[in-house]
């Protein structure tokens, strides 16, 4: 197989790694994130600094989480960054992001433009974190913040989106072609920016719930939601929550899941006191 070699680099694409080279883009997610001295800023997958040395001129302090061993090295030992960057060569499905910010007494601001294979378990991943997080920027797949922002009715809208509008205002900023990158991609992507809200539009008593309703209502999306969610909640219970039994998975709004889950709460511990009364 032919190695590709960028900057000194033998590019390993089963990490995901396509370089940003384009400075319109890099100015644009710089000038976007606007990072401020003080902050706990956290880049994923840094790869050859792309951002990482632009985001450096504005703050002291930048964590960084690189899986491959090579690239992680090199930002160590590269003078630019100095003592400013902490490099953890690591997985960042495995990075303790509670003990970053517990021990900072402070909210993550994390970016990064994201290898593609992993983007989607990772938000869902760092959605478990939400609390410690003021906001996200990421580079993603543009097939990816579609399905993030879409609304009901759609073929592409899912539990991704439903789980991202509960948690977050998302905000796509700028489409990214092709070619702005290094393996050129076969895909666009998008930058967006992620908002935890402060206070949720449709808070739930359980959010482990409604990831539960939603993971069953979309893996049987073909099926009406009298079928697909017959086994947690009565159809009786569909209707006097107006949400309506004859329809899919793909039809229901985020405040309906959110009834859903909510009624789900209740309705469990109500058995819970039932059993132990
Ligand atoms: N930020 C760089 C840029 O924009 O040029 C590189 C982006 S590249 C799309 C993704 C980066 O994430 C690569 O450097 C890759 O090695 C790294 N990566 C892949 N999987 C990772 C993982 N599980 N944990 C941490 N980093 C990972």
């Known amino acids: 197989m ?164 509960y948690h977050c205002k998302v905000i796509p900023i700028l489409e990214i072609y092709p070619k702005s990158f290094i393996p050129i991609p076969k895909v666009n992507s998008i930058f967006v920016r992620l908002i935890p809200y402060d206070k949720l539009p449709y808070p739930v008593i359980d959010v482990n719930l409604l990831n539960y309703i939603t993971t069953i209502a979309f893996s049987q999306r073909r099926k009406k939601l009298k079928n697909s969610l017959s086994t947690v909640i009565p159809l009786n219970t569909l209707k006097k929550l107006s949400v309506d039994p004859e329809l899919r998975a793909e039809n229901i709004t985020v405040s309906q899941y959110c009834s859903l889950a909510n009624w789900l709460s209740k309705s469990l511990k109500q058995t819970q006191e039932q059993k132990y009364n």
């Not at 953890?88 to 433009?113: A, T, Y």
């Not at 593609?116 to 990421?138: A, C, E, P, R, V």
């Not at 797949?141 to 899912?158: F, L």
């Open 2 to 165: 032919n190695k590709f070699i960028y900057q000194d680099h033998i590019v390993r694409k089963r990490f995901g790694q396509n370089f940003l080279n384009d400075d319109f883009v890099i100015k644009k997610i710089i000038s976007t994130i606007n990072p401020q001295e003080g902050q706990l800023l956290i880049e994923i997958g840094p790869g050859l600094g792309a951002l990482t040395q632009h985001i450096c001129k504005y703050t002291n302090k930048l964590i960084v989480i690189e899986l491959d061993s090579n690239l992680a090295e090199k930002l160590k030992v590269n003078p630019i960054f100095g003592s400013k960057l902490s490099v953890f060569q690591k997985d960042v499905m495995k990075f303790d992001f509670k003990n970053l910010s517990f021990k900072n007494n402070q909210l993550l601001r994390i970016f990064g433009n994201l290898p593609y294979h992993i983007s989607t378990i990772l938000i869902f991943n760092l959605f478990k974190n939400i609390g410690l997080i003021k906001d996200m920027h990421f580079t993603l797949q543009k097939e990816v913040v579609d399905r993030m922002v879409v609304g009901p009715g759609s073929k592409i809208y899912s539990r991704l989106s439903v789980m991202t509008q």
